[in-house]
């Protein structure tokens, strides 16, 4: 049992101004992966690693990409078996036209109890409540049972090659639960949507706008797929349905391009298109059993347009190649997550927020993806996400994170970690809304 005076401690070991300067020093680096503009997530991951170190943590820097290096900093808390691990990143989106901003991205400017800037929300707001809530237990000199590790990755906004270097170089071989670290507003998040990501590719002839039976015309083709990816929304929109946290699965058309490549003109038929395809799944689905609908679906619409096209040829008395393609290219292959609500690192999450908050703690989904989307599916690691921030706010223009929601984050995670390597451990039972 975890007596009051140590979680008085443990709170009072966070340091509000310590963490505001953190997170300002942080969103005033711009690392955004640019290389033309010749910035990344490098100054950024220097800047942790020397906090770090300052701090007497063991750190160490591994380069993923040129520019583009991880951060894994370690606390071996006491004799134990568990090992926790919170997780953030270092790249934020681009910050756009500048000039809409009323605030400037990288000055990490304080209204009131607001911070404004690239990333104050997503996520070195919450990267930085993860360090001082490490240095805070650090500090304090209490006994816990196990170790502590701080995922500092980059590429979280892209590819993730960041935490796939972390799960692929060994790092989470040994993790037993981890903290992912993203804006949710307070919620304790134990599930994520999938994300399946599909490019299709149908290859007609170019021909002159005003002689169209001279080419084949891919537009056929791309009403057609766009149609059926509707009817494949439909029918998971009937089964499996909404999920309660997750809402509903998804399957959107999100870039269509004719011609594929170079510009398009109005008098020119194009001889390719290309639609991007983002599907967000929820439990219930089978990633392969719709990477499977979907090749289906680039086979039966070829079929069809081509016989569409032979039977239109033969009303003019036409004879020509009727050679189309519609291929499809699986780009990203995540599946969604689902965290038992009694597995350990919940049940920490859950105590800590009702310490925190004296509240019931409030239970949700993440509508996207996060690294600890690889965590749970290739290492079988149990995850929560949590983290302070309004989960509308990430990538838009005037980003900001609430300052005080981000002080109480520090000490909710703190207070997690605690709870998770108790070497006393006597587990309450945690009632769930």
Not at 382 to 394: E, F, K
Request: charged content about 25%.
């Amino acid at each position: 049992m975890i007596s009051d005076d140590i979680i008085n401690t443990v709170i009072d070991a966070v340091d509000s101004e310590e963490l505001i300067k953190l997170t300002s020093d942080l969103v005033k680096i711009n690392s955004v992966w640019d290389p033309v503009a010749g910035t990344s997530e490098q100054p950024a991951a220097e800047y942790v690693f020397k906090w770090t170190r300052e701090q007497g943590f063991e750190a160490i820097m591994e380069e993923v990409a040129p520019g583009r290096p991880n951060v894994i900093v370690s606390w071996p808390a006491g004799a134990g078996n568990r090992k926790l691990m919170f997780e953030g990143h270092t790249d934020v989106v681009t910050a756009g036209d500048e000039s809409v901003w009323q605030y400037d991205p990288f000055a990490a400017e304080i209204v009131g109890r607001r911070m404004y800037g690239r990333g104050t929300n997503d996520t070195k707001g919450n990267l930085a409540a993860m360090l001082i809530a490490m240095a805070a237990l650090k500090r304090c000199g209490i006994k816990l049972s196990g170790t502590i590790i701080g995922g500092v990755l980059c590429d979280e906004e892209d590819q993730m090659l960041g935490v796939r270097d972390f799960i692929t170089s060994g790092h989470a071989d040994t993790i037993t639960g981890a903290v992912i670290c993203e804006p949710q507003d307070g919620l304790i998040c134990t599930t994520q949507k999938g994300a399946l990501r599909a490019r299709f590719t149908i290859a007609g002839r170019m021909s002159h706008g005003a002689m169209p039976l001279s080419g084949l015309n891919t537009a056929p083709a791309v009403a057609k797929l766009i149609s059926a990816l509707h009817e494949l929304e439909y029918k998971a929109v009937n089964h499996p349905g909404r999920d309660e946290h997750l809402g509903w699965p998804s399957f959107t058309p999100t870039v269509i391009q004719a011609p594929a490549s170079g510009v398009p003109q109005l008098n020119v038929m194009p001889g390719e298109a290309r639609i991007l395809v983002d599907i967000r799944t929820i439990p219930g689905q089978s990633h392969p059993d719709i990477i499977s609908d979907l090749e289906a679906m680039a086979v039966e619409i070829e079929q069809q347009v081509r016989q569409d096209y032979l039977e239109f040829d033969k009303l003019l008395e036409l004879e020509r190649n009727h050679d189309l393609r519609v291929q499809v290219e699986i780009l990203t292959d995540r599946p969604c997550t689902l965290t038992d609500q009694k597995d350990p690192v919940v049940l920490a999450a859950d105590w800590a927020t009702r310490q925190l908050t004296d509240e019931v703690p409030t239970y949700a989904g993440v509508p996207g993806a996060t690294d600890g989307t690889f965590l749970w599916a290739l290492k079988n690691i149990p995850i929560v996400t949590m983290g302070a921030g309004d989960r509308q706010v990430p990538h838009q223009v005037d980003e900001w994170v609430d300052l005080d929601q981000l002080v109480e984050t520090a000490k909710i995670y703190a207070l997690t970690a605690l709870h998770y390597l108790d070497p006393d451990p006597v587990q309450p039972e945690n009632k769930k809304i």
